[in-house]
């Protein structure tokens, strides 16, 4: 429907999705986009989608790499589909222009739209276009590499260099479009280069040459996109597993002990394991471990030692910490457990997101084994998730597991940088001085959290372990009535930590005809969608968690106002089938997808329009 | 240094009853370390003794001190993160065969490559006891247990030669009946600052009785064992005139006294030598040819793990102008609206 009279595109907001080989840099284009889109006063959310394997096959389906953003006024998703693509060889092409919006612009390399390549990408004819019967769309066809090759032809650098930056060509020719400022990017450029010049220059000057170009061809209408109302405050992009690193290190700050982190490298999570081991200027300690199990027991016995300890994993590892956290269970040791959770089952699709690790989370151990789970909703609220996850093990003296996602660890939204000042201090129950006759098991009568002695704390020497524990003296203990009690305490326990955890909150009416649930890192495309259905007068809220055991102590009273129940995740129904098991007395609906993919708020409003259908 | 701390190994029982079987090798092995600890110099608060699961790992609950009873085989990787997380601590591992070299091998590998400053006791008795009596890791081939009845079919470990590989820097062995030397050898391994794995011969007498008897029979045992300390010859024998002499690559048993061998061709033991050969050669004698090595075989000085990254903290921090999360949440690429 673009009318080329127009002179802008007026829209609230955008997506735009960078697509090229694994080698083309479309990551870190997609990132410098959504950088200075954010700095520029928009809203944004990405979202990376990239092949697992380091190099896939050159120019193949299997080897395209993605990055989506979207930006501009009021963004909670990274859209579902892309008003424009940019596919830098046939197989971007190939893979994405599915995902490319009915009269939306595709740009893409000429110049990478060879014989050989289209071959690769499995086209088979020379008309790409033609043959993926994309006429619909507006496709800007425009040379590229070679532009790039020409605007450096003068530098002496070799070919292979030359084409590297063919990349920031394609991001000038976004910058035009969309109105965006090339400063900050050069800024980039300046610090990134800082000890080589020469491709300082190099890059500045493509990036300016795709600015121009775009000015300069016919086809391109320039958009304008609305901003965001943002509140007034410091602001930085940050992704969930930047922000996890940063939340756990704010804990351990407010609890005044060091962090341990023991892990071992596994994707999507290996990014906290990098990020914690950079921060030795804030005293972390890093451990990379044997094994997922080493990772986990050493953090187990950093614990011991008076540490806010922490293992980050994902799904596979998590079935290895298995046994390692029962004995943090048994034992009442803090320990934080992060799980970014990607599609399984084995090893499953490790670069793509799923929510199917939550039933393993709540019960994946041998014996009653109760821990606190929760999940974070957003990639920025990972840094407070991360925070309660470390504050919620201490003051509880429990392992808990923090549940974020593929989707939540890679994508990045603008923060605005909260002030530690505005966090509590975290007050694990560290025995005091001069106490007498302590004992490891004699516990708190109001939360029934046991006090934490220290090795190193005089007069306070005591023996734990594996083995069932004599109530109060911790002692071993074989005695069938004990068993019972001890079973009981650490169950109640967990359930106390309720009283100390914010009500579930209902976005829209506390009552209707369809309440929509979700946990973690549905957030933002459930919020979106059921947004857009309240706008069109649908009687519909929705409600989601955060806190998964406990859960919120009104959660009874939010679901039991609602005609229907409808619980989306991205599994076959874990967190619906933990729901009915605690609330049996309402009836679920449930709306699941298992692809890898997050959801779509189309297919989201799809749905619940359905149920609130039917009779 | 430190204050004078006075103890004795009356301090460092625990008021719970040892539940070993009877005539157990542990109970003498609890003893040796009890009376050892008294006589290192460490506050009592300072010890913490880390187990796995296993007959021996019961051990930290007899233990008046900070003790934790873990999972099968982690023993070495919790202590691990004990270490690191407090460098000040006294850290002993108490590891069976088939806790530290089967379910744990991987983290026992890994413990000896990091050199990470704590103790590890490896109680070797060549058989899993508390499942009542399989084959281990260390269980001679051909062995009949209750998992191999018709004899074991595996080549088993030299616990010595997997710390060499793995290239650990401390290596003793010693028999839980000899409670001098194993009192000896604990108070070295504290005093030497890395990984110190001492293995303990260590008799179990239900399931495998009289496993090490060749080297502890009460007539024999002199010509069956050799004790090694640093500097001195490597003389044994009930006459004290049996020595150990290279003959090419390999170890070979002399007589002084004959054929002209006089002591100044005996081999002198050097344990802080760096190359492994002739420590693995020690590590690897065995009857009937040869005395079983007891004593410290190696003890060579590398830097350990938490001092380097305790370094790299200090390091990092003096040059970091981030001084708390405040800093680090407005570090990097931040604008203002």
Redesign the interface.
Known sequence: MTDKIDKVIELDHVVIRFSGDSGDGMQLTGTLFSDTSAYMGSGIATFPDYPAEIRAPQGTVGGVSGFQVHFGYDIHTPGDYADVLVAMNPAALKANAKWTKQGGSIIIDHDAFTAKNLEKAGYKTDNAIEEDNLGGFNIISAPISSMTQETLKDTGMDNKTILRSKNMFALGMCYYLFDRELTFTEKFFESKFKKVPAVIEANKKVLKAGFNYGYNVQELTPYKVAAAEIVNGTYRNINGNTATAWGLVAAAEKANLPLFCGSYPITPATDILHELSYLKNLGVKTFQAEDEIAGISSAIGASFAGNLAVTTTSGPGLALKSEAIGLAVITELPLVIVDVQRGGPSTGLPTKTEQSDLLQALYGRNGESPIAVIAASTPSNCFHYAFEAGKIALEHMTPVVLLTDGFLANGTQPWKIPSMDNYPEIKAPIVKEGTENYMPYLRNEDNLVREWAIPGMPGYEHRIGGLEKMDKTGAVSYVPENHQIMTDLREKKIALIANEIPDLEIIGKDNGDLLVIGWGGTYGHLLTAVHDMQLAGKSVSFAHFNYIKPLPLNTRDVLKKFKKIVIAELNNGQFASYLRSVFPEFKYQQYNKVMGLPFTCIELMDNFNKLLEEK | MAAEVKLTFKDFK?D?EVRWCAGCGDHAILNSVQKAMAEMGI??????V??G?GCSSRF??Y?????????HG?GA??????????P??SVWVVNGDGDGLAIGG??FI?LNRRNIDLNLLLFNNEIYGLTKGQYSPTTKEGTKTKSSPFGTIEQPFNPGELVLGAQGNYFARSIDVNMKLTQEILIDAEQHKGTSIVEILQNCVIFSDGVHGFYTDKENKLNRQIVLRHGEKMIFGKDNDKGLILDGLKLKIVTVGENGITEDDILTHDAHEESPFLHWMLISMKGPDFPIALGVIRSVNATVYEQK?NA??VD??A??S?????D???S??????
């Open positions: 625990s719970q506050p009592k608060e300072k010890f913490a880390i187990a699961i930290p609950y233990m008046n001190t900070y003790g934790f009873h873990t999972i982690r990787a919790i202590a691990s993160g004990v270490k690191v997380a407090n000040d601590l991987n983290h890994h990254l790299q903290i990092v921090k040059k970091s981030i001084k708390n999360v405040n680090l949440l407005h990097g690429s931040i604008w203002e609206v």
